[in-house]
């Protein structure tokens, strides 16, 4: 069954939906439900999608699909509610693949530090990128801010070129969400029960956080460098 916070957020997601056709911000959730941070809201989408529930759309800024509501279309009592579901579309057809040579635009995701933790990108415009540098997947771009990762051949000013994933494995170079504000790129390692965040300049020390405080944006597939 869906927690309250999880139908409340549902609900406004489909009301702002009806009513404008664009789907809410983060900000906008986290007043609506009266959460302190984002990084609950980031927790309840996820958990959204996990369940089939919500769908991002891909290439769009804030673009939120709601895929199926619970018993009925509408958001029942908090402690009646089923796990019947209704369907509300039919699943997007499938892309077929893109062309090597192909010229594709991606969402710019503003600058993302490779240094201190800088507030969480939402606004973007759009980078046009070769297709062969991007794999399976939905994709993103971030420019780098900062030189704590020089040693991994990522410049500030480089574009990083992330796929969309909410899992890292060891070592992975990735877009990390620290407190739900805070959006970084480093090294993922796991410490214990902490979640460490490395660079790649020994002039910086690595980031050490509580696993619950760090969630996973994307990681790394490729970068993009322009000479002026």
């Known amino acids: ?64 699909e709601v895929v199926k509501l619970p018993e009925g279309g509408k958001i029942a009592d908090m402690h009646k509610v089923r796990e019947n579901v209704i369907p509300l579309r039919q699943p997007a057809p499938q892309l077929k693949p893109i062309a090597a040579n192909d010229i594709v635009e991606v969402p710019l995701h503003g600058k993302i530090a490779a240094g201190v933790p800088i507030e969480a990108f939402e606004d973007y415009n759009n980078l046009a990128v070769p297709a062969a540098l991007l794999g399976a997947g939905e994709h993103y771009a971030l420019e780098v ?27 992975d170079i ?37 696993a619950e405080r760090v969630m996973v944006q994307g990681k790394l597939s490729g970068l993009l460098r322009r000479y002026h």
Do not use: W
Request: hydrophobic share 40%; charged share 30%; net charge neutral.
């Open 174 to 210: 990735v877009v990390a969400l620290v407190d739900g504000q805070d959006a970084t790129l480093k090294y993922f390692r796991r410490e214990g029960k902490m979640i460490r965040l490395d660079p790649a300049n020994s002039a910086y020390e690595p980031q050490r956080y509580e």
């Open 145 to 171: 801010s900062g030189d704590s990762m020089v040693e991994a051949g990522i410049f500030d000013g480089d574009y990083a070129l992330i796929q969309k994933v909410s899992t890292a494995r060891e070592g």
């Open 1 to 64: 069954m869906l927690t309250a916070k999880q139908h409340e957020l549902l609900h406004f997601i489909q009301q702002k939906l009806d009513a404008s056709g664009i789907s809410p911000s983060f900000e906008e959730m986290k007043e609506a439900l009266g959460l302190k941070s984002k990084s609950g809201i980031h927790r309840l989408i996820s958990a959204l999608e996990e369940r089939g529930f919500l769908r991002r759309l891909p290439n769009r800024a804030r673009a939120l």
